[in-house]
């Protein structure tokens, strides 16, 4: 039991508990909360894999930016509070967890089905050097630098679109 | 002049261009007449320099064949535009061109005024146009041509009144009729083609007949394309049962009648009887059937012809009668006698119109005859030669129906048999007999259209006051009428004339010559039997026209006392045996009402476009309810979604595993 | 010039000329009318040059230009004509500036998509009568579709929508079957010679060998689609309504070039491909035409509509020239062939006569006239003249071709029986009953309408739509040698291909790279 | 990296299905629209663990662009939710089925 993986154990459990938290609660606002956390233990997660300039990003942005944007509209719309996760339409709720369960199954056979660990490698300083700022900025204003110039048109787009979408009439 | 022959095609069709492209604009009577006349009268004088041409040429070179262009060239099927300038189609150009000429300038009289002079004068020259083709053409294509060229014209000068009403309906009626009925015939005249093509592979006339005689063609394929061709006949010819239209086409003016439904287009099945002699000579059977259509057709028409009160009528009835003797000359094999009587009765025939065309013109277009009387005194010209045409058309020598009719008797009796000259006999009588009705009543005896406020012929309130035709009118009359005198003159039968006498018979027997090889058969008989048989028809005919003077000028009450007697026999006859009535209820009817109502509404509409339609309401009708299943609600979608996927997954599971 | 591209050019013609026609001010409807007959006119012009540089003397397809265009499927732009396709080309490029210049006052509203979409339609058309290579023939055959569905969906009268709706899904869904067996024929042929094709020409030599019971379905799924365009009975339902809402132009299309697609379809595509299965077919089929000549003329004789009078005729008038597509033999082939040229001047002129009396009385009822003939002269003798030319008189063009037709059929050894040949024949009757009947009801009589008497003749315009179609009506009735002799060979050889196909196929001599 | 990359890759599956869950049972738009970008968070974990396991960078570059993505997606995807709300007066699901015939 290294510290890695009682790391992981740890934020892997918040992870799940969180989203399944997230995804059952009737109040918004708590799922929004959960999702949060969620988030960050993703972060911590990424830290494990070696990943610090994601892990970083992810806090930064989903969990700081994207989530405040959220909780935002949640409050600015305040929608009435849902029913109880299994109050309103059980049976198909039930039903789609059951095909969901099954889609999960499937999945996770086929991940142990294909034996990824043979074909990856085991060096950790790789893994370190791919995770730092340096080699993702080189790649990224190198090789990439066409789909991050897209990206960039995307969020102009988008912020437009959205003052557009948003705005109270059209005239 | 041979080489020329194509301008007795052309000057009508030009005639007819000018007429009908600038006739409208210019609007003088008198230019109109004289090109409309010159069209057909240069045309004549053609013909006679062709004739006079052919007769210097030694017997055996007197067919000639002038080319023109080339018409239709597919494969083994040939055919020109050229014209076959030989005794026959010399004799038929003559009378056609001749008589033409004639009633186009009685014409200008006769239409003078009318609002569509020029309209008239185009259509004629059209029809000569189509007629000569018909007559010159050397071959059945072109023959055809001119065949159908008639045809239409008949229909355009039927309906030349066009706004006018006819009988129970319009003039247009009559000439849809004419037209649809020959195009029956022409439906006939078609197949009889096709075979001829098909069995001879040409159809030229000289290549056909000279094939006909050498090919080694069984006797039912000849009696076929016989057949086929004489059902074109009866349609053109006016025989039964496509005899109906004639009666009708009598809605045109005057001069058509005379020209097209007497003395022309109506002799073209004759005509194409006699051209295609060999396919006739080499079917008996088919000759047969000609001769039994003609002497029927002779018989009936003549019965309807008895009772008609229509001037026009009894003449119309006359003429099918008359053409029914035709064919009956076909039928025996005596095909020179037939084109004879053609000649002949081209001219008294027209005569007789073109003198009921003065009677109407001075009578405001009254035509019932029981409205005439005592006319000779007022009209000296028409009367004198409507009396020579009456006496030739029943058979009084010497005029020239008495030559003619004589010799088809004659050959009817010595080549099918006395039944058929027995028949033949009583329907010379009944022609006497009807033909001086129509004269006692028009010209002799009482006036009767004098009768005060009586007469509402032609909308006229007021006294009639009839008065002779002008001499652009009288003066054809009387040519027509010297011809009818002597037109018989050139056929002399042979006991008179002796060995060859009979001149017409001699012209045409080269044309004849393979058919009447094919016919030895033909038995002979004495000339004593031909001398009784004709003094036998003679003494008949001038019995029944002394038996009409004294019916109709001594006694009428006789005729009414007949009528009422026989009254259901009257009526019969009086309305034409109720053929067209039979036709309507069993052909016309059905079929419109059929194809309206059965065809059209059920099985387009409903069955077929109904099937289509409802394979397309199908298709709508399961995508409304398939399309249910879009809730709209996005989640659902994604649901199904999801089980596409695990379906997808589970497949490529169980495929690597 | 350079004969290989006339073709070429003259696809390019209208294309070009309705991308330039964008560009012209929707406002300036003179230019965009005078625009548009220009463009019609010179690739007519075009078409001419291609009529005299067209060697007669030959069977084959002359003025070839091809380039590749799929490159990986071998499919190729390769076009060319042969006597049939010049024919119909010539037709349809003198009838496109005919029908632009009758609806000169017609259509009031978006005159310029109007032209465009006409233009597009006379390239769509001339596309498949000059392709080669079936998967082009294909394209050009289902884009045509597009012009005249907007075209009748947008001009059209008061069903526009259902009619244009159904002529589409109709003609749409009869092509589907005919596309699967041409990818099954293109399959099949790849296998044969080894490497990708869709030249027509190695298909005709790949066709005949198909085993004869596969041959017999492929021939049923081409020619599915092509009667449907014909119309032959019983698909024809399509083509009444199709008629009846289509304005005059697309009336005048439709039935001048568009039903020619079919006939010519039959005998580029089904005959010389499956040379078999035509010959086991060809009594049903004939059956089928001598049904429709009948049926369609008992039919148009009691319409009251006259459009859909004149659009029952035509289904009558094409089962003459399916008739003579079967009777397989030169005099029948060269008969359709000709009716086929006949039948798009007799019913064009029929429909473009109904359409300039609809604009002054927008009535097309045969009932609501009657004695016009005193107050529109000049317009009661056009009808009578072309009238007489459907009619099928001799003299005029359409005598011809019916003569032409049933003599084939009549001595015919592929159908073997007069009766065929008879029974059509009473189609001629037929003909004159039902539109002499309308003229009759028409022209003449008293006028009993008090509407018509404001009638006013043909004006200048129109009469010089009518009469380049008059003079050709009169020069093929009275010489039609001038056609027949294109025609000559390439139904000769046409024929060949069928009675006589090569079954040989040396593979190593088909040109396939 | 004594981790064997199966755990994080069910994790990763994990977590995806939980967000499927959400996506196909919550009526709140917005946590529908929480629960894709859960989804997402759960391709960026499974990008990540490749990434590093590789040594290849490009795993996270992909995670970079993601995030690029999902905030113009949720920038745009929350203000339809807001223009919805402004018409409907309701972020529900259910009663937003105007997507259907």
């Known amino acids: ?87 309103h339409k059980p049976k198909l709720k039930i039903f789609t967890i059951v095909v969901v369960a099954l889609v999960l199954i499937q999945l996770i056979y086929m991940i142990f089905l294909a034996h990824p660990n043979d074909s990856m490698t085991n060096k950790v300083s790789e893994s370190v050097n791919a995770g730092t700022i340096e080699s993702i900025g080189r790649e990224m204003f190198t090789n990439y630098v066409l789909p991050f110039e897209a990206a960039g048109y995307l969020l102009l787009a988008a912020t437009i679109g959205a003052l557009v979408l948003a705005k109270k009439k059209f005239e | 002049m041979i080489d020329l022959i194509y301008l007795t095609v052309l000057f009508p069709l030009l005639g007819f261009l000018f007429n009908g492209i600038l006739g409208p604009k210019i609007r003088s009577e008198k230019v109109i007449g004289i090109v409309g006349s010159s069209a057909i009268g240069i045309p004549f004088i053609v013909t006679v320099g062709a004739l006079i041409q052919t007769l210097s040429l030694p017997v055996d070179q007197r067919l000639n064949i002038a080319t023109l262009f080339q018409w239709i060239n597919v494969a083994g099927l040939n055919i020109n535009f050229s014209y076959q300038v030989d005794q026959l189609s010399l004799l038929m150009s003559l009378i056609v061109t001749g008589v033409g000429f004639i009633i186009h300038v ?42 159908e060229g008639v045809g239409l014209c008949s229909y355009l000068l039927i309906g030349f009144w066009y706004d006018r009403k006819f009988e129970n309906s319009t003039t247009s009626s009559a000439g849809l009729k004419a037209f649809v009925v020959n195009r029956i015939g022409d439906f006939g005249f078609l197949l009889g083609m096709f075979l001829i093509y098909s069995t001879f592979g040409t159809l030229v006339f000289t290549d056909v007949f000279s094939r006909a005689v050498a090919f080694d063609v069984p006797e039912h394929i000849f009696t076929l394309i016989a057949l086929f061709l004489f059902i074109g006949a009866v349609g053109k010819s006016a025989q039964i049962p496509l005899f109906v239209w004639l009666p009708d086409a009598m809605a045109g003016p005057t001069p058509v009648s005379a020209l097209i439904h007497a003395a022309t287009m109506v002799t073209a099945g004759v005509y194409m009887v006699a051209r295609c002699n060999i396919i006739y000579a080499s079917a008996p059977t088919a000759m047969m059937v000609v001769a039994v259509f003609g002497i029927f057709t002779a018989f009936l028409a003549a019965t309807i012809g008895l009772v008609q009160n229509d001037i026009k009528k009894v003449l119309a009835y006359s003429t099918v009668s008359q053409l029914g003797y035709m064919f009956l000359a076909m039928g025996a094999g005596a095909f020179s006698a037939g084109i004879f009587h053609v000649m002949t009765h081209a001219f008294f025939k027209a005569l007789l119109f073109l003198g009921a065309g003065s009677v109407i013109h001075s009578m405001h277009e009254a035509q019932d005859i029981r ?18 045409a009456a006496t030739a058309i029943s058979g009084i020598p010497p005029l020239s129906g008495f030559f003619s009719k004589d010799e088809i008797l004659w050959y009817s009796y010595s080549n099918l048999g006395i039944i058929f000259w027995l028949l033949g006999l009583i329907t010379a009588m009944f022609t006497a007999f009807y033909m001086f009705r129509l004269y006692f009543m028009t010209f002799e005896g009482q006036e009767k ?80 039997e031909e001398l009784v048989l004709m003094i036998v028809s003679v003494a008949a ?29 009257y009526n019969i006859l009086l309305n034409k045996y109720f053929i067209d009535e039979v036709y309507e209820a069993s052909i016309v009817k059905p079929m419109v009402k059929g194809s309206e109502n059965i065809l059209w509404k059920i099985a387009d509409n409903k069955m077929i476009d109904g099937l289509i339609n409802s394979l397309a309401k199908l298709v709508g009708s399961v995508s409304n309810n398939i399309r249910k299943i879009q809730t709209g609600v996005a989640q659902s979608y994604a649901l199904v979604m999801i089980l596409g996927i695990l379906v997808a997954l589970f497949w490529i599971i169980i495929s690597y595993s | 010039m350079e004969q290989s591209l006339l073709i070429t050019y003259l696809l390019a ?42 060697n007669d003397q030959s069977g084959e397809f002359q003025f070839i230009h091809k380039f590749d265009w799929v490159k990986d499927l071998n499919i190729s732009y390769h076009v060319g004509a042969d006597g049939l396709s010049i024919i119909l080309i010539l037709l349809t490029t003198f009838l496109t500036p005919l029908t632009l210049l009758s609806s000169w006052n017609s259509i009031k509203r978006n005159l310029k998509e109007f032209i465009f979409f006409m233009l ?22 289902e884009a045509m579709l597009i012009p005249l569905y907007f075209i009748s969906g947008i001009w059209g009268g008061e069903r526009k929508i259902y009619a244009s709706i159904k002529f589409f899904i109709y003609t749409m869904a009869g092509s589907l079957l005919m596309l699967v067996a041409i990818i099954w024929l293109i399959v099949y042929s790849s296998n044969l010679l080894g490497g990708f094709t869709s030249n027509l020409l190695d298909l005709y030599k790949t066709g005949p060998t198909i085993d004869t019971t596969i ?33 005059t132009a697309g009336s005048v299309i439709l039935a001048g070039v568009l039903l020619k697609m079919g006939t010519y379809g039959f005998l580029r595509f089904n005959l010389p491909l499956f040379p078999q299965a035509s010959i086991d077919y060809a009594i049903p089929i004939s059956i089928l035409a001598v049904i429709g000549i009948i049926y369609g003329a008992l039919v148009a004789m009691v319409q009251t509509d006259m459009k859909k009078l004149v659009a029952y005729s035509s289904v009558s008038h094409l089962g003459f020239v399916m008739l003579g597509i079967f009777a397989l033999n030169q005099e029948a082939v060269q008969g359709s062939m000709i009716q086929m040229i006949n039948h798009g001047l007799s019913t064009g002129a029929l429909f473009l006569l109904v359409g300039m009396i609809y604009e002054r009385t927008h009535t097309r009822k045969i009932s609501d006239y009657g004695g016009i003939a005193k107050l529109v002269p000049f317009f009661s003798f056009a009808l009578l003249f072309t009238s007489l030319s459907s009619i099928g008189l001799p003299g005029l063009n359409g005598f011809v071709g019916e003569f032409l037709i049933l003599t084939g059929a009549f001595k015919s050894t592929v159908l073997d029986s007069w009766w065929f040949a008879a029974f059509s024949a009473t189609g001629v009757i037929f003909a004159a009953v039902y539109l002499l009947w309308m003229y009759k009801k028409i022209v003449f009589g008293e006028v009993t309408n008090p509407n018509l008497n404001s009638l006013t003749d043909l004006n200048r315009r129109e009469k010089l739509v009518l009469a380049p179609i008059f003079v050709f009506i009169i020069w093929i009735g009275i010489y039609p040698g001038t056609f027949l002799k294109i025609t000559d060979k390439t139904s000769e050889n046409i024929i060949r291909l069928v009675t006589s196909p090569q079954n040989q196929l040396p593979v190593e001599n088909v040109d396939v790279p | 990296m004594q981790i064997p990359i199966e755990y994080y890759l069910v994790l990763s599956a994990f977590m995806f299905s939980v967000g499927i869950v959400g996506v196909l049972t919550r009526r709140n738009a917005i946590i529908v629209f929480m629960s894709v970008e859960l989804m997402l968070n759960s391709a960026n974990l499974a990008l990540v663990t490749f990434s590093s396991y590789l040594g290849d960078t490009t795993g996270q570059l992909f995670v970079f662009f993601v995030m690029a993505v999902a905030a113009a997606e949720a920038a745009v995807g929350l203000a339809i939710i807001i223009a919805i709300f402004r018409n409907k007066l309701t972020v529900n699901i259910d009663e937003i089925n105007i997507l259907k015939w």
């Open chain 3, 120 to 141: 597009i339609l006379e390239l769509g058309m001339l596309g498949v009568f000059v392709s080669l290579d079936m998967f082009l023939f294909y394209v050009f055959w």
């Open chain 3, 13 to 54: 013609i209208p294309l070009i000329g309705s991308l330039l026609l964008i560009f012209i001010n929707k406002k300036n409807e003179q230019l965009i009318k005078y625009f548009g007959i220009a463009v019609s006119l010179l690739a007519f012009v075009v078409s001419l040059i291609i009529y005299f540089g067209f």
């Open chain 2, 106 to 147: 009685y014409s200008i009289g006769y239409m003078h005024g009318d609002k569509s002079f020029w309209r008239f004068f185009a259509y004629l020259n059209l029809f000569i146009f189509a007629m000569m083709n018909l007559i010159l053409a050397d071959n059945f294509l072109l023959l055809f041509l001119g065949w």
């Open chain 1, 1 to 87: 039991m290294t510290l890695e993986v009682i790391l992981f154990i740890l934020f892997g459990l918040i992870c799940i508990i969180s989203a399944v938290l997230m995804v059952t609660r009737p109040n918004p606002i708590i799922s929004a909360l959960f999702l949060v956390l969620n988030f960050c233990s993703l972060a911590g997660l990424y830290l494990i894999l070696n990943a610090q300039f994601i892990a970083v990003a992810q806090v930064i942005v989903y969990a700081g930016a994207i989530m405040v944007f959220f909780l935002f509209v949640i409050m600015l719309l305040n929608p009435e509070k849902e029913k109880r996760f299994l109050e």
């Open chain 2, 541 to 569: 005919a001038a019995s029944s026209i002394f038996f009409a003077r004294h019916i109709y000028l001594k006694k009428p009450a006789i005729a009414e006392k007949f009528s009422s007697g026989f009254k259901g026999a």
């Open chain 2, 371 to 388: 409205k005439y009387g005592g006319l000779k005194k007022y009209m000296p010209v028409t009367y004198a030669t409507f009396l020579i």
């Open chain 2, 449 to 528: 259209f004098s009768a005060k406020g009586g007469s509402e012929v032609g909308g006229d309130h007021h006294k009639l006051h009839p008065h002779e035709s002008p001499k652009l009118m009288t003066v054809p009359l009387i040519i027509l009428a010297v011809l009818s005198i002597i037109g018989g003159f050139i056929g002399i039968p042979e006991i008179f004339s002796g060995e060859h006498g009979n001149i017409f018979h001699s012209w045409l027997a080269p044309v004849f010559k393979l058919a009447e090889f094919k016919m030895m058969n033909i038995s002979s008989h004495s000339h004593f």
């Open chain 3, 215 to 247: 041959q017999g379905f492929l021939f049923l799924a081409f020619a599915l689609s092509f009667s449907i365009k014909v119309p032959l009975f019983p698909f024809h339902t399509w083509l009444p309504d199709a008629h009846v809402e289509a304005p």
